[in-house]
């Protein structure tokens, strides 16, 4: 892509509206010297007309006030105010295809550098569009290659905190081994993904490794349980073992990227015969369905 061609949307900065390339923080953000904030991740679906719509939004918010309030910062707005920043982001970025929302607020900008926080700051409020391409029919027709590794991380994943080191690191352990995902384990039981949730099919009954400190709840942690239940699917959340893991009908991952896409090779063995399963196909059309629902109030509020 030429100079000329990169995208530089117009992105909200502490009550301030810009382009992308002009936007700055002071090196003593708390983001910046500690990643002492948090952050949230909106898909948004291109509809007819050029409109994007976000999908789950109010979920969304809710996890920001969760993990703000667990980090001790005051939330900066209220539902309705970052619904407003939120519809603005997108009217200022008007254009053709599904996109995303950053949403990220830090502790804000200390005096100086010193790990405990200072009373009274003013937090760090920036939010973004970028342009997604979300997977393609071929691709999810392909699967998924997955790799594993060990859960070296804090215990307060829960937690969507932009100290993302651990995360990172296993991102790019799938990268060097040409995987979509790195699925991540902990003394012998599954946690998820460097970016996404993880579910695995026994005997046609789904299993997600139980809510809590090892893992983040995914926004689509509670709509797959939702789908579940519309497609007759039986669901447990419970401690997942290596060896179920390793011998699972189906694996797939979710996220606000990735929806909900099958994992058909885990380190090099392929998984349920290579193929996507029958539960990722129904999670799948069931996650269509409620996207067309969900979009169809939204439309209804709109007007
Ligand atoms: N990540 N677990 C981790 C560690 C994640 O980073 C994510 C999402 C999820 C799934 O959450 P959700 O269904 O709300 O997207 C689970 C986002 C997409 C990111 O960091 O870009």
Redesign the pocket.
């Known amino acids: 892509m030429s100079q000329a061609e990169v995208f530089d949307p117009t992105v909200y900065l502490n009550g301030e509206w810009g382009p992308l390339s002009e936007a700055r923080i002071p090196v003593l953000d708390r983001g910046f010297i500690f990643g002492d904030g948090v952050?949230e991740?909106v898909p948004l679906y291109a509809q007819a007309e050029g409109a994007r719509l976000p999908f789950r939004l109010a979920q969304?918010f809710a996890?920001l006030n969760r993990s703000l309030g667990k980090i001790r910062i005051d939330n900066p707005f209220d539902d309705a105010g970052w619904r407003a920043l939120i519809d603005r982001v997108i009217d200022d970025n008007a254009g053709a295809g599904d996109a995303l929302v950053y949403i990220q607020v830090t502790r804000g900008v200390a005096k100086r550098r010193g790990h405990a926080f200072p009373a009274g700051l003013t937090p760090t409020v920036f939010i973004m569009l970028s342009k997604i391409a979300f997977p393609s029919t071929e691709e999810r027709a392909r699967g998924a290659v997955a790799v594993t590794a060990e859960d070296k991380r804090w215990l307060h994943?829960d937690i969507?905190s932009v100290s993302?080191l651990g995360?990172v690191l296993m991102a790019q352990h799938a990268a060097e081994n040409d995987a979509l995902e790195t699925i991540q384990l902990r003394d012998g039981l599954l946690t998820?993904?460097?970016?996404?949730?993880v579910w695995i099919v026994k005997n046609g009954t789904l299993l997600g490794a139980p809510r809590g400190p090892r893992?983040?709840e995914?926004?689509?942690?509670g709509l797959i349980e939702e789908l579940a239940r519309e497609a007759g699917i039986a669901f447990e959340e419970r401690d997942i073992t290596e060896a179920e893991l390793r011998s699972a009908d189906e694996i797939m991952i979710?996220?606000?990227?990735k929806e909900v896409m099958p994992i058909t090779t885990l380190d090099g063995k392929s998984v349920g015969g290579g193929r996507p399963g029958p539960v990722y196909a129904a999670l799948f059309e069931a996650y269509q369905r409620a996207k067309t629902r969900e979009f169809a109030a939204e439309a209804a509020r709109a007007k």
Not at 192 to 197: K, L, P, T
Not at 218 to 221: D, E, H, S, T, V
Not at 254 to 257: I, P, Y
């Open positions: 952050y991740v969304h996890r994943c969507k993302l995360n998820e993904g460097s970016s996404s949730n893992i983040l995914g926004i689509r942690y979710s996220s606000a990227t």
